[in-house]
């Protein structure tokens, strides 16, 4: 089903048209006569009958709201590698360990995500704090939307202590639940 332009004398009409087979041929019929061109657009008859169809026609829809330019924004995010990587997380206990490490050091942010967010990154394409703030946007990761760069700064400051930070988390490289000592060179 579609809708047609016709021109008779100086007027365009418009059909509602559906094609149809009959004894083998392809043929067009006329189902309605919506009426002059210019009074179908000024009683919005068209629109109307778009926005009833596109309930039950979903592409439709969105292909209209996209030539009409009103698309609302929408975002794919990766969601694998955050939910396997978070079940490891919580299973290994990292979480908990961090959790039990910071719970008096009085932090603004939640540096348990903070530090899952970098370690992450650094998993899925290793690369800098500054990296994984733009990384962080294809992936769907609860908890770290309101993490600033500053915050991965902070959080992975490794062995360096600052006033307002108190002493670090950890060395870098020291995995969670391991004794943050350093250890003796292997020859």
Avoid at 130 to 138: L, M
Avoid at 141 to 163: C, F, N, P, S
Avoid at 169 to 182: D, E, F, I, K, T
């Amino acid at each position: 089903m579609f809708v047609r332009e016709k021109r008779i004398g100086r007027y365009v009409y418009v059909y509602l048209v559906e094609t149809v087979r009959e004894d083998g041929q392809i043929k067009q019929r006329i189902i309605r006569n919506l009426g002059r061109k210019e009074d179908v657009e000024r009683r919005g008859d068209l629109d109307r009958l778009v926005r009833s169809a596109a309930r039950l026609a979903q592409r439709s829809m969105i292909l209209s709201l996209m030539d009409e330019g009103s698309v609302p924004a929408l975002r794919c995010k990766r969601l694998g590698p955050p939910l396997l990587f978070e079940r490891l997380w919580r299973d290994s206990g990292c979480g908990e360990v961090l959790h039990e490490l910071l719970a008096d050091r009085g932090f603004e942010f939640p540096v348990e995500r903070a530090v899952f967010l970098t370690v992450l990154h650094r998993l899925m394409v290793s690369g800098s704090d500054r990296a994984c703030e733009q990384w962080r946007d294809d992936y769907r990761i609860d908890g770290v939307d309101e993490l600033q760069l500053h915050h991965l700064y902070r959080a992975m400051a490794g062995a360096h202590r600052t006033r307002s930070m108190g002493p670090g988390l950890a060395r870098r490289g020291v995995a969670c639940g391991r004794s943050s000592r350093p250890h003796a060179h292997r020859t």
